[in-house]
C-alpha cells in the first residue's frame, strides 16, 4: 500500500489564479517526481527532486515550480493558470537507495482551469 | 535517447480471453524493465518489473520477460478478467531516469 498522499483530488479554477498541489508521503524517500498526464494518457516528467533542497526540471517545459523543504513534502505551484494547465498531475516518489527503484505513485490531482 | 513504445489501444477482449500488449524499448547500457497499472481514478501501481536480459516477472497472473535479442518486454496473460480493466504502461530504468510509454488502454467486457 502506497503512503503518498496528493490534495486537490479535483480542482476548478479560473484563469488566472494561483495554485498548489500538495504532495505527501510519509514512506521517507528522498526521490520526488511530478508527472503531468494528458487526455492520450502519455506521462511527461516534469519536475524531480533528490532531496531536501533539490529540485530539477524534468524533460517537458512547464510553467509550474515546486519546492523541496521537508522530505515529505514536495508541492507544485502554477503562479498564474490558464486552461493550457489543464490536465492530470501525478506525484511519485522512490527510495533512492534501492537501485531498479520501484515508484509509488499518488492518486493524481485533476485540474480544470476555466 | 532512451524510449519505450507500446501498442495502441484501446485492446478490446472478452472476459477468459488472452492477452498480449507489446513493448519494445531503445537503450543504451542495461535498463531495468517494468510494467504499471492504471485502475480508472488511480494512480499508477507497479506492476511488475525485470532487472535483467531473461529475466521473467510475473504478478496476479500477468507476465513479462526481458528479452535482450528482441529489446521487447511484451506483458501476457492467460485469462483476463473484467476487474483487469485499466491502462497498462511500459516503462524502463536507465542511469538516472524512469521512462514511460504512452500507455495502452484494455477493456475487458463479460
Known amino acids: 500500500e502506497a503512503d503518498i498522499y496528493q490534495t486537490p483530488r479535483y480542482l476548478v479554477i479560473g484563469t488566472g489564479k494561483k495554485i498548489t498541489l500538495e504532495c505527501s508521503q510519509t514512506?521517507?524517500?528522498?526521490?520526488m517526481y511530478w508527472y503531468q498526464q494528458d487526455p492520450g494518457m502519455e506521462l511527461h516528467l516534469i519536475h524531480y527532486?533528490?532531496?531536501?533542497?533539490?529540485?530539477e526540471k524534468g524533460d517537458l517545459s512547464s510553467e509550474s515550480t515546486v519546492s523541496r523543504i521537508r522530505t515529505e513534502h514536495f508541492p507544485l505551484t502554477l503562479e498564474s493558470a490558464r486552461p493550457s494547465h489543464t490536465s492530470q498531475y501525478l506525484c511519485?516518489?522512490?527510495?533512492?537507495?534501492?537501485?531498479?527503484?520501484?515508484?509509488?505513485f499518488g492518486s493524481g490531482t485533476q485540474l480544470s482551469v476555466l | 535517447g532512451d524510449s519505450v513504445t507500446q501498442m495502441e489501444g484501446p485492446v478490446t477482449l472478452s472476459e477468459e480471453a488472452f492477452l498480449t500488449i507489446n513493448c519494445t524499448y531503445t537503450?543504451?547500457?542495461?535498463?531495468?524493465l517494468f510494467w504499471y497499472v492504471q485502475y480508472p481514478g488511480e494512480g499508477l501501481q507497479l506492476l511488475l518489473k525485470?532487472?535483467?536480459?531473461?529475466d521473467k516477472g510475473s504478478n496476479k497472473g500477468f507476465e513479462a520477460t526481458y528479452r535482450k535479442e528482441t529489446t521487447s518486454f511484451h506483458l501476457e496473460k492467460g485469462s483476463v478478467q473484467v476487474s483487469d480493466s485499466a491502462v497498462y504502461f511500459c516503462?524502463?530504468?536507465?542511469?538516472?531516469?524512469?521512462?514511460f510509454g504512452t500507455g495502452t488502454r484494455l477493456q475487458v467486457f463479460p
Open positions: 511519485a516518489s522512490s527510495d533512492r537507495h534501492i537501485t531498479n527503484e520501484k515508484l509509488f
Open positions: 514512506m521517507g524517500h528522498d526521490k
Open positions: 527532486s533528490y532531496g531536501v533542497n533539490s529540485t
Open positions: 537503450a543504451t547500457g542495461y535498463p531495468s
Open positions: 525485470a532487472t535483467k536480459a531473461d
Open positions: 516503462a524502463l530504468h536507465n542511469t538516472d531516469k524512469l521512462i
